[in-house]
T-cell receptor, first 113, second 105 residues
Framework: SQTIHQWPATLVQPVGSPLSLECTVE??????LYWYRQAAGRGLQLLFY??????ISSEVPQNLSASRPQDRQFILSSKKLLLSDSGFYLC????????????FGPGTRLTVL | EDQVTQSPEALRLQEGESSSLNCSYT??????LFWYRQDPGKGPEFLFT???AGEEKEKERLKATLTKKESFLHITAPKPEDSATYLC??????FGTGTRLLVSP
């Protein structure tokens, strides 16, 4: 069966510090991978998606970036965090194709102070 | 613009009191409408995918239905453990803001 991992689970960072969140998927090959942000009391906002190694599409302009160095690894990064980057970050995977259901990881709670 | 709206924002039920959650959508060419359950502090858990008007899917006390403009999540005789936020979405994905369901014993 497939499993998706995210770490860290919780992170508190000062404004202006760098960020690296990691997501890995087990039990599947060549998945589509996604990063979402969920602000308190709000819906899910798609940030990035990837259909393969090194292929990243950005949905929302921001100071975040994503990379996919391996087939089942997806990384969300920032060089300098802003207060507005606080939120709940979720990684998800789906089988190849744009319209398949996605399966989410446990999430990372990021607080920028 | 692709859009999804969920109602109500919050719903409080007594245990055993059946009800429905609504998901209205606007999209050119629906390729699948998804329902998820999200517990506080956790990632959404996949429930259903509906592809065409008239389709229905069931899982325990939950039944999802789809028309050309909206989807309903029917909850029959809910239990306290059904308390969660229920999200609907479609395509890649466009999500609604969810319905927070609280079931009291």
């Amino acid at each position: 069966s497939q499993t998706i991992h995210q770490w860290p689970a919780t992170l508190v960072q000062p404004v202006g510090s760098p960020l690296s969140l990691e997501c890995t998927v087990e039990g599947t090959s060549n998945p589509n991978l996604y990063w979402y942000r969920q602000a308190a009391g709000r819906g899910l906002q798609l940030l990035f998606y990837s259909v393969g190694i090194g292929q990243i599409s950005s949905e929302v302009p921001q100071n975040l970036s994503a990379s996919r160095p391996q087939d089942r690894q997806f990384i969300l990064s920032s060089k300098k965090l802003l207060l507005s980057d606080s939120g709940f970050y979720l990684c998800a995977w789906s089988v190849t194709g744009y319209y398949n259901e996605q399966f989410f990881g446990p999430g990372t709670r990021l607080t920028v102070l | 613009e692709d859009q999804v709206t969920q109602s109500p924002e919050a719903l409080r039920l007594q245990e055993g009191e059946s009800s429905s959650l609504n998901c209205s959508y606007t999209v050119s060419g629906l390729r699948g409408l998804f329902w998820y359950r999200q517990d506080p502090g956790k990632g959404p858990e996949f429930l259903f995918t509906l592809y065409s008007a008239g389709e229905e899917k069931e899982k325990e006390r939950l039944k999802a239905t789809l028309t050309k403009k909206e989807s309903f999540l029917h909850i029959t005789a809910p239990k306290p453990e059904d308390s969660a936020t229920y999200l609907c979405g479609f395509q890649k994905l466009v999500f609604g803001t969810g319905t927070r369901l609280l079931v009291s014993p």
